[in-house]
C-alpha cells in the first residue's frame, strides 16, 4: 500500500482504536485485536476509516479478519476504491 | 401504527395473544408489550423457578436479589447506550414546585407530553438481572470464583404484538465470575445441560449462536464480532415457526467486560472474567402453552413431572 494510506490508517488507529501499545510501533501484519482492539473499539476504526477515506463498508465486510491488522485495513480499502 | 400489511407471523402472533387474554391465563394491561399474569400462569412461573432453583442448588449457587432498577451510572460505566440506547427504560420524577405541579397538571390533563415537566432520576429500569451483581463482586474474588443465582423483572423498550416478546418480563439468571478457563468451563457445561431441561419440558429446542440486538451501523459490526468469537448462545424454540424462533434462553460469555469496568480480580491477582445464564421465564411460558396447550392438566405426565405440577 502506499505511504499515504499507510499513514492514515495509522492516525485513525492512534484516535480510534485503544490499543495497549503505541501505534507507531505497529507492523503491518500485527494483530490488532491482541494489540488491545476492542469490539467497541473496533467499531469506532470503522467509521474513522470511512471518514477518513470517504468510502462505507458493506455488511459483508463488518468482519473481525478486515480490521484485524494495518495490511488487512489496506487490502479492503483498496477493494473499495475500486 | 405501522402501514404494513400485516404477515402472518403477526397473525400468529395476535391470534395466541387473544386465545390468552380470553382463556383468561394473561392480563391485558391495554398497553403492547405489558401483560399481568392470571393465577394459572402464576402458578406455573412459580414451578419453573422451582425447577431452576433445584438446578442451582446443585452447583451451589448463592442467591441474591436486586429490585428492578439500576443507578444511571452503572448503565453509563458498561457502555448501555452505546450498544442498546433504544431498549432502555430510563426513569424520570416531577422535582418542582406547585407553579411546575400547575403546568404538569395542565399537560396531563390536555393528553400531552409529561417529559419536558419531568428531571432524570438517578436509576433507570434493570435491562437484564445480573447487571446489578458486578459492582458488588469488586475487589478480588475468593479461590475458585464465585456463582450467583438471581431473577428480576427486566424492561427493554421492544414494542411488538409477539406475546413472547414482552417489555417488562422475568430473567432468571445464573452468573459465574471467576479465572477465564472457569467461567469457559462453567458456560460450555451449561450449553448441554440447558438443552437438556428445554427438552424435558418437552420443547423441541435446539442450540444455535446468536448476537445481542446492538444498535445501528456499529451495531453491526458488534453482532458480527459476537458471533465469530461465540461470546453468545441461545436455546431456540420454534414457537411460531421454524424460520423465526424464539430464545427461550441464553448462555453468555463477557470475557473481560464486566470485570475490567468494576476491578474484579481471581484470587491470584489476575482479571478476572464473567459470564451469565439467562431463563425467560415469561418466553418459557409462552412456549409451554403453545406446544402442550392451555390446560395444563392435560400436559404430558413427564413435563408435570419435571415441573413439580
Redesign the interface.
Known amino acids: 500500500m502506499s505511504t499515504e494510506i499507510y499513514v492514515q490508517i495509522k492516525a485513525v488507529l492512534a484516535a480510534h482504536a485503544e490499543l495497549n501499545q503505541d501505534v507507531a510501533v505497529l507492523n503491518i501484519d500485527e494483530d490488532l485485536f491482541a494489540a488491545g482492539m476492542s469490539?467497541?473499539a473496533?467499531?469506532g476504526v470503522?467509521?474513522g476509516l470511512e471518514s477518513a477515506f470517504e468510502i462505507e463498508f458493506p455488511?459483508a465486510m463488518?468482519?473481525?479478519d478486515v480490521f484485524e491488522s494495518i495490511r488487512s485495513i489496506g487490502n479492503a480499502l483498496q477493494t473499495l476504491q475500486n | 401504527m405501522s402501514t404494513q400489511a400485516i404477515t402472518s407471523l403477526d397473525e400468529a402472533h395476535l391470534r395466541f395473544k387473544a386465545q390468552l387474554f380470553q382463556h383468561k391465563l394473561l392480563l391485558d394491561s391495554g398497553v403492547q408489550g405489558i401483560v399481568g399474569r392470571a393465577a394459572p400462569l402464576v402458578e406455573l412461573v412459580a414451578s419453573l423457578q422451582g425447577m431452576i432453583d433445584r438446578e442451582s442448588k446443585k452447583d451451589g449457587a448463592v442467591k441474591a436479589c436486586f429490585p428492578p432498577v439500576v443507578p444511571r451510572e452503572l448503565l453509563r460505566k458498561v457502555?448501555y447506550m452505546?450498544?442498546f440506547p433504544n431498549l432502555c427504560g430510563s426513569i424520570q420524577s416531577f422535582v418542582g414546585d406547585d407553579k411546575a405541579q400547575l403546568a404538569l397538571a395542565e399537560t396531563v390533563k390536555k393528553g400531552g407530553d409529561w417529559a419536558p415537566h419531568l428531571a432524570s432520576t438517578d436509576f433507570t429500569l434493570t435491562p437484564a438481572s445480573c447487571y446489578p451483581l458486578y459492582p458488588t463482586l469488586a475487589g478480588t474474588l475468593p479461590e475458585g470464583g464465585v456463582l450467583y443465582d438471581l431473577n428480576c423483572y427486566c424492561f427493554r423498550h421492544e414494542p411488538s404484538n409477539d406475546p413472547a416478546r414482552l417489555m417488562s418480563f422475568e430473567i432468571r439468571e445464573n452468573v459465574r465470575a471467576g479465572t477465564p478457563t472457569e467461567v469457559q468451563k462453567w458456560r460450555a457445561d451449561w450449553l448441554e445441560r440447558g438443552l437438556g431441561i428445554i427438552e424435558a419440558l418437552g420443547l423441541p429446542v435446539f442450540l444455535d449462536t446468536a448476537s445481542d440486538p446492538f444498535f445501528g451501523?456499529?451495531g453491526?459490526?458488534?453482532k458480527?464480532?459476537?458471533r465469530?468469537?461465540e461470546l453468545k448462545f441461545e436455546l431456540l424454540v420454534p414457537i411460531w415457526s421454524k424460520d423465526s424462533p424464539t430464545a427461550v434462553a441464553s448462555f453468555n460469555y463477557h470475557q473481560d467486560h464486566f470485570a475490567h469496568v468494576f476491578g474484579i480480580y481471581t484470587a491470584d491477582g489476575g482479571g478476572a472474567h464473567t459470564a451469565c445464564l439467562g431463563f425467560g421465564i415469561d418466553r418459557l411460558v409462552i412456549a409451554l402453552l403453545k406446544t402442550h396447550g392451555f390446560d395444563m392438566k392435560t400436559w404430558p405426565a413427564s413435563v408435570r413431572q419435571t415441573l413439580m405440577l
Open positions: 469490539s467497541r473496533t467499531v470503522m467509521l455488511d463488518l468482519r473481525r | 457502555g452505546d450498544n451501523r456499529g453491526k459490526m458488534m458480527a464480532s459476537q465469530e468469537l
